[in-house]
């Protein structure tokens, strides 16, 4: 038994975190003997400024980086070897010296309904209520039906289901990828395809952030690492990244691999909060121009909306 860890993966303490960093624990086990014995990969569990604040709509508190910034400084300290992310949660900058090189094979990136009434935003009677943290969700949902109202809707899965479950809300909106990693599925009432609610960039993606010269960790991250997730991802992150995006703007994008992994299909859309503007546009081209496509998609959703449209979603 190993009394001083070998890695050590920083991660947030909320059950699906969790899961993520022992997926990221097993397959390092897996693939390194080394990393395989009790002890030898360490999980520490550091609190994030949208861990502590949950009465607040993450737009109202700054937006993403409230659930990294806490572990990348810990990264930089020196104080852990790997940051493990949902990437959905990631800014498209990161600090000085940080890099993320290495993506767990992705999960299901749509995103899961949950309503008694059924399976689709359809489904649900006039001025339903539905309840989502997302302003993503928030502005496809209205774009669809202009007459449901949504509600700040935070927590973990569980905490969200009771809520459901005790009538606060009509329907809610989860990740099917969070929940299919907590063995969760089976709750699901449907997934919603991308032509219904388009996901956000990276969901379901789970992320591996380090040290840019930390070759040690680099070489155990390699071998577990997904080419295919990584070219979908800086697809969707290119586009992210010319659109100034953050969790005050409602953005969302899906990157889909075609002609045998040497196309990629992007889909963007961009809206206003409350769903009354949405412009999408979608690009194909060679996978291996993933991060020119994500920018030429960005730059046609620009100006779709014009300067008067995204002054009023980024502030700016």
Avoid: Y
């Amino acid at each position: 038994m190993n009394t001083t860890p070998l890695l050590r993966l920083g991660t947030r303490g909320s059950p699906l975190a969790l899961a993520q960093a022992e997926e990221t624990r097993r397959r390092l086990a897996a693939a390194h003997p080394e990393l395989s014995g009790e002890g030898a990969v360490a999980i520490v569990v550091i609190k994030t400024t949208g861990d502590r604040i949950q009465d607040r709509a993450l737009s109202e508190i700054g937006g993403k980086g409230l659930f990294t910034k806490e572990i990348e400084e810990a990264l930089i300290a020196g104080e852990i070897d790997a940051a493990v992310h949902s990437m959905k949660d990631v800014p498209t900058w990161l600090p000085d010296g940080l890099t993320i090189d290495h993506l767990l094979p992705r999960e299901d990136p749509r995103d899961a309904f949950f309503s008694p009434h059924g399976p689709r935003l359809a489904d649900l009677p006039q001025g339903a209520v539905v309840g989502t943290a997302s302003l993503r969700r928030q502005a496809q949902v209205m774009a669809r039906r202009p007459d449901l109202k949504v509600v700040n809707f935070r927590g973990n899965v569980a905490t969200r289901l009771r809520k459901l479950a005790e009538g606060e809300v009509d329907a809610t909106l989860l990740a099917v990828a969070g929940l299919k990693r907590l063995g969760e599925a089976d709750k699901i009432t449907a997934a919603l395809e991308p032509e219904e609610m388009l996901p956000a960039v990276g969901q379901g993606a789970v992320g591996l952030e380090i040290r840019a010269g930390d070759v040690k960790t680099r070489g155990w991250l390699d071998a577990i690492a997904c080419g295919e997730t990584m070219t979908r991802v800086g697809a969707e992150r290119a586009l992210l990244a010319e659109l100034d995006g953050s969790c005050k703007t409602p953005i969302a994008g899906l990157a889909e691999l075609k002609d045998g992994g040497a196309g990629l299909r992007l889909r963007g859309l961009v809206a206003l909060p409350d769903g009354s503007v949405a412009h999408a546009a979608e690009k194909s081209g060679a996978a291996a121009e993933g991060a020119a496509l994500g920018k030429a998609l960005g730059e046609e959703l620009k100006a779709l909306g014009g300067a008067a449209f995204f002054a009023a979603i980024t502030g700016h």
